[in-house]
């Protein structure tokens, strides 16, 4: 049977023997592809087809790496599905290349600035944003409290300030703050408070008898840092704790209220970027446009950040080779090895990641899913490496050490300083952050078509051949700069919907 549709199949590279069917529904059995291949099975959107016959153990092959070992024998035009092939080990961590040098650097790119908001300490930031810091999570209801009022009774009257973030987390008391690992969550909440979009003027709320006191979340990096600490014998009732943040809320919004937008290069840009409810799409539409922003950023001299340690484990070998140094290239297998160690002590390895939506969205394993993860940083050298909680210290692209968990990586990406975020999903999420524009592209047609007013950018286009990748990576790359100056809010900004921040703690809870 010849169907009416147009087949589309998806082949990221010519050695592999799997392409991955693009028309939205599928395709049914019968359908004769471009190169005369005959579907034998109904093929689901984005899962794969086989491009010719391989045998049992025989590797599978896409992004031109083995993604597993066929479990049997596979016919030309099956339906590869999960079942059909085994996940190989995970690439040792001995004798990788290192920094081979063959990575050039990319040829810079002028003329493309920004409206952002200049800090004292040289940072820029894309909202002008009041965050009040929490030492600890007993007084979360309080500071929402407050925060509430000070949204209805203060910001009217400071027009330049976008809007106030009350820095809610789960740390600061009933855990071993000494452990080893308990500096990483410490460090994460201090550099969160000096995200560039908070201007430097940040509030602090205590209690009085927690763990992490403010002196220790502060540090010396956080100085005249007002605090309200609720425990205080000065505190007569709830009114008077409520009184005393706005009072402080109040000198703050003043001081943020003389900041001005002004003109700035696209180097002051702190970007990160991550996927969330990938499918076998994201790998082939909206991560690859990614990577083409993300070399556009790093060519104007921005700094771009990638993470999600587990979505990148198994191309390490493609990371150290393009690291820009050998210590950069020691410094990503020391994260690994740290990350193997943490998932090995809770009796799991990277398999662990994939969810099912991954699975019924057409990516078979890790492998895979990490092949299509990885794209998004682009082709540039890597700069550096920032270790979780920790702030980016140079420009160009980083990896930036996280989890793959959305919130763990947000979380961590705000701590390294990203000032704006750019989410890719297949699956569909609404995922948003209240401290910096969190962009949406969706990987394709249908989920953009539903969710319209949810997602920012839609790369399916990608998939039905209606643009190319470097197109919507061009578009990517000028929405970007609209949205961190603040003449287009992100769909999930203008809806106010806001993800809580989730701080890594590798150690452990009393
Ligand atoms: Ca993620």
């Given at each position: ?20 069917v ?5 395709l049914?059995a019968g359908t ?27 590797p ?17 035009g ?11 080990a ?5 004798d990788?290349?290192h ?22 300490d ?6 002008n ?52 690992g ?57 009114a008077?704790?409520?009184t005393a943040i706005?009072?402080a ?48 950023l ?12 587990t ?32 998932l ?22 890790i ?13 540039a050298?890597i ?88 197109d ?32 890594f ?6």
């Amino acid at each position: 049977m010849v169907t009416a549709i147009c087949p589309i199949v998806l082949r990221v590279h010519a050695d592999d023997n799997v392409a991955a069917v693009g028309n939205s529904g599928g395709l049914p059995a019968g359908t004769v592809l471009p190169d005369g291949i005959i579907l034998r099975r109904n093929v689901p959107q984005g899962h794969k087809v086989a491009l010719r016959d391989i045998g049992v153990d025989e590797p599978i092959l896409r992004y031109r790496a083995v993604i597993g070992h066929a479990t049997r024998d596979i016919a030309r035009g099956d339906w590869v599905d999960g079942s059909a092939l085994r996940m190989p080990a995970p690439p040792s961590l001995d004798d990788l290349p290192h920094a081979s040098g063959k990575v050039a650097a990319l040829p810079p790119l002028r003329g493309h600035t920004f409206e952002g908001y200049r800090n004292a300490d040289g940072t820029v930031g894309t909202r002008n944003l009041l965050a009040i810091g929490t030492t600890v999570q007993c007084v979360a209801g309080v500071v929402d409290h407050a925060a509430r009022r000070i949204r209805e009774e203060l910001l009217p009257r400071y027009r330049n300030v976008d809007d106030v973030v009350a820095l809610d987390h789960v740390y600061g008391c009933g855990v071993a703050i000494d452990a080893p690992g308990a500096e990483i969550p410490i460090r994460t909440l201090r550099n969160i408070l000096r995200n560039p979009n908070f201007g430097g003027a940040p509030l602090l709320v205590g209690l009085g008898c927690e763990k992490l006191q403010p002196d220790r979340l502060a540090g010396t990096a956080l100085t005249d840092l007002p605090l309200v600490r609720l425990q205080d014998e000065s505190h007569t009732g709830f009114a008077s704790m409520i009184t005393a943040i706005l009072e402080a809320a109040d000198r703050r919004l003043a001081q943020l209220d003389t900041r001005r937008r002004e003109t700035c290069p696209v180097s002051d840009l702190v970007v990160g970027v991550q996927c969330g409810g990938s499918d076998a799409l994201s790998g082939m539409t909206a991560n690859p446009a990614v990577g083409v922003a993300v070399d556009l950023l790093v060519r104007a001299g921005a700094t771009a950040m990638f993470s999600e340690i587990t979505e990148v484990r198994d191309g390490i070998a493609q990371l150290t080779a393009r690291a820009a140094t050998p210590e950069v290239a020691d410094a990503l297998i020391r994260e690994m090895r740290w990350y193997d160690a943490y998932l090995e002590r809770g009796g799991v390895d990277r398999s662990a990641n994939t969810t099912p939506g991954n699975k019924a969205g057409g990516l078979a394993n890790i492998v895979e899913k990490a092949m299509g993860s990885i794209v998004k940083s682009g082709t540039a050298p890597i700069a550096g490496v920032v270790p979780a909680g920790e702030r980016a210290d140079r420009k160009g692209l980083l990896f930036v050490a996280t989890p793959a968990s959305d919130f763990v990586c947000g979380t961590l990406q705000l701590a390294a300083g990203m000032t704006l975020h750019v989410f890719t999903t297949g699956r569909g999420t609404p995922y948003g952050l209240a401290a910096v524009p969190v962009i949406k592209v969706a990987t394709h047609n249908a989920l953009a078509e539903r969710w319209h007013d949810l997602i920012d950018l839609n790369a399916g286009t990608i998939a039905t051949g209606e643009a190319s990748v470097e197109d919507v990576g061009q578009s990517l790359f000028a929405l970007m700069l609209d949205v961190a100056s603040g003449r287009i809010r992100s769909r999930a900004e203008g809806l106010r919907l806001h993800n809580a921040l989730a701080v890594f703690n590798p150690a452990p809870v009393t």
